[in-house]
């Protein structure tokens, strides 16, 4: 579906990706880890056509995206910023009802197809409520959730979380997680809506007992290169982790489930 092939990229003159290859695929929560500074998000920025690559393509099957106009762009990926700059006298509903630009006509008119997503996005993220109030009243954790629902009312393909728990208690944590594997596992009609089939989420996360309890892979960048790609159990090493955040790491066995536990030493 997403392909990355030879992706480089560099920030304020600085070399911060370095010949990328990966693939995110139908269906499947991939998750993006990382000491600070590794490349993570500007690895989203990049991917979100944001930033455009120094070198190398970013593909969805097949197209290259840097050749796509934004609309069409903004219709294949949806993005749930680390950032936000979003006026403060929007109220929740207008925020998440800006996820369906890329499909108004040329007057901004809204349908109530449109309504109607926008209503079940917000009920999915348990927002429904924040409807009427204005994002300055918002708490950070609420307008992430809010966040989360715009990037939903786009039935895109591919969805792109950057921090998405930043400022979320430990609930709404595994609540936006659990949503987001739910909407990949089964999309129901989602993604479907435009044409597509279940979508793919790249997930940066900080947190690696959360990676290890959802993400379907992993993919750890070190100093803007790929420094391992595989399953949870393949990524999740003792001395791959403790080399590569700098700190004595152990993996153990979660004695309530079956991921494993990552714990310091």
Known sequence: MLEVRDLSAAYSGKHVLKSLNF?????????????????????????SGILPPQSG?????????????PAERAQLIAVVP??????????????????????????????????????????RTSTLELAPRLVGELSGGELQRVLLARALVQTTPVLLLDEPTTHLDLQYQISLLKQVQDLIHRPAGWALANGH???????????????????????????????????????????????????????VQNPIGAHPLVVAR
């Not at 393509?57 to 106009?69: D, I, M, R, S, T």
């Not at 630009?101 to 449109?114: A, K, V």
């Open 23 to 47: 693939s995110l695929q139908a269906g499947e929560m991939l998750a993006v880890i990382g000491p600070n500074g590794a490349g993570k998000s500007t690895l989203v920025r990049v991917l």
């Open 57 to 69: 393509q970013v593909l969805f099957n097949g197209k290259n995206l840097a050749k796509l106009p």
């Open 82 to 123: 680390q950032a936000r700059s979003i006026p403060p006298a929007y109220t929740a509903w207008q925020v998440v009802m800006l996820g369906r630009t890329p499909y108004l006509n040329w007057f901004g008119e809204t349908s109530p197809q449109d309504d109607e997503l926008v209503h079940l996005a917000m009920e």
């Open 197 to 251: 089939g279940a979508p793919g989420a790249l997930v940066v996360l900080h947190d690696l007992n959360l990676v290890a309890r959802f993400a379907d892979r992993v993919l750890l960048l070190v100093q803007g290169q790929l420094r391992a790609l595989g399953s949870v159990t393949e990524v999740l090493q003792p001395e791959l982790l403790s080399e590569a955040f700098g700190i004595a790491l152990d993996v």
